[in-house]
T-cell receptor
Framework: KNEVEQSPQNLTAQEGEFITINCSYS?????LHWLQQHPGGGIVSLFM???GKKKHGRLIATINIQEKHSSLHITASHPRDSAVYIC???????????FGTGTRLQVFP | GAGVSQSPSNKVTEKGKDVELRCDPI?????LYWYRQSLGQGLEFLIY????????KSGLPSDRFSAERTGGSVSTLTIQRTQQEDSAVYLC?????????????FGPGTRLTVL
């Protein structure tokens, strides 16, 4: 079992839909990254959070440390949001990032 | 400002050859990480450097893999006697501090293909 699990693995949506990607982890972490990877492109850090909620444009990330769970929400989704979204936690002791396997999102017009 | 850069962007090599992959982190970033992403797989930690401290090599998959960071800046990942299973995208990331939970900034990666 992976220490960082994401769901769903694949997600398709129509433009405009509200999207939620979930991340659960079984190890102690000090902070959690949400990353975006476009096909053939590099990786971009969307959020890093250790508590509560952060918002950037149409993206919202939340984390519940007690429940060891984080969610990434995309409001009013757009085809350009199509990408792989990866959550990664900083391991509490080693400070290394432990990666989830990613969620592949496709948004159709 | 300039982001993390990596070279080459693509590398095709024959099995058994050595390869060197280069990473130029963001200027002033003291921590540098190497990751590997095999086809259809998630990201895998390889090694990280922080300042002048000894690197954490715990993610290197075999002794054919090594990395250096000269002058606290540029890093080179070397793979000796490449094998087909080494084919992957190798990503470098840098951050201002280690242990401060700063965001990591990723380079575009080097796609390595071992024939």
């Amino acid at each position: 079992k992976n220490e960082v699990e994401q769901s769903p693995q694949n997600l398709t949506a129509q433009e405009g839909e509200f999207i939620t990607i979930n991340c659960s982890y079984s190890v102690g972490i000090s902070a959690l990254h949400w990353l975006q990877q476009h096909p053939g492109g590099g990786i971009v850090s969307l959020f890093m959070l250790s508590s509560g909620k952060k918002k950037h444009g149409r993206l919202i990330a939340t984390i519940n440390i007690q429940e060891k769970h984080s969610s990434l929400h995309i409001t009013a989704s757009h085809p350009r949001d199509s990408a792989v979204y990866i959550c990664a936690g900083y391991h509490y002791n080693t400070d290394k990032l432990i990666f989830g396997t990613g969620t592949r999102l496709q948004v159709f017009p | 400002g300039a982001g993390v850069s990596q070279s080459p962007s693509n590398k095709v090599t024959e099995k058994g050859k050595d390869v060197e992959l280069r990473c130029d982190p963001i200027s002033g970033h003291t921590a540098l990480y190497w990751y590997r992403q095999s086809l259809g797989q998630g990201l895998e930690f390889l090694i990280y450097f922080q300042g002048n401290s000894a690197p954490d090599k715990s993610g290197l998959p075999s002794d054919r893999f090594s990395a250096e960071r000269t002058g606290g800046s540029v890093s080179t990942l070397t793979i000796q006697r490449t094998q087909q299973e080494d084919s992957a995208v190798y990503l470098c990331a840098s951050t201002l501090y280690k242990g401060e939970n700063r965001p990591q900034y990723f380079g575009p990666g080097t796609r390595l293909t071992v024939l």
